[in-house]
């Protein structure tokens, strides 16, 4: 079964650096896409940082020149490198992958559990 198992989150003070990590365990056939998203209580879910299967990245401008994605393809696993963190960086991160399990499926989104990330001021 294809799961998005996270790690990295906690609490970090503001200025520093903390870096997210998320892996694809069990067997898939391709990865098109993965990305990471944030919650905080009450708000919408809103993309951070997606990195399509071409290594093409986007950002949102919240986090451009702070935050890298990049993915280590032998281990499928990707990463979220955060650094001068803010105080409004403080959510819950979410992983979210857009995969296929086998070359003749449909592709699917999958999410992690989501880590919690506290930036003290």
């Known amino acids: 079964q294809v799961q998005l198992v996270e790690s990295g989150g906690g609490l970090v003070q503001a200025g520093g650096s903390l870096r997210l990590s998320c892996t694809v365990s069990?067997?898939?056939?391709?990865?098109?896409?993965m990305a990471w998203y944030r919650q905080t209580p009450g708000k919408q879910r809103e993309l951070v940082a997606i990195?399509?299967?071409?290594?093409?990245?986007n950002y949102a401008d919240s986090v451009k020149g702070r935050f890298t994605i990049y993915r280590d393809n032998a281990n499928n696993t990707v990463y979220l490198q955060m650094n001068s963190v803010q105080y409004e960086d403080t959510a819950v991160y979410y992983c979210?992958?857009?995969?296929?399990?086998?070359?003749?499926?449909?592709?699917?989104?999958?999410w992690g559990q989501g880590t919690q990330v506290t930036v003290s001021s």
């Open positions: 979210h992958a857009d995969l296929l399990v086998r070359s003749t499926d449909w592709d699917t989104i999958y």
């Open positions: 069990g067997s898939i056939f391709k990865i098109n896409a």
């Open positions: 990195l399509a299967g071409g290594g093409s990245t």
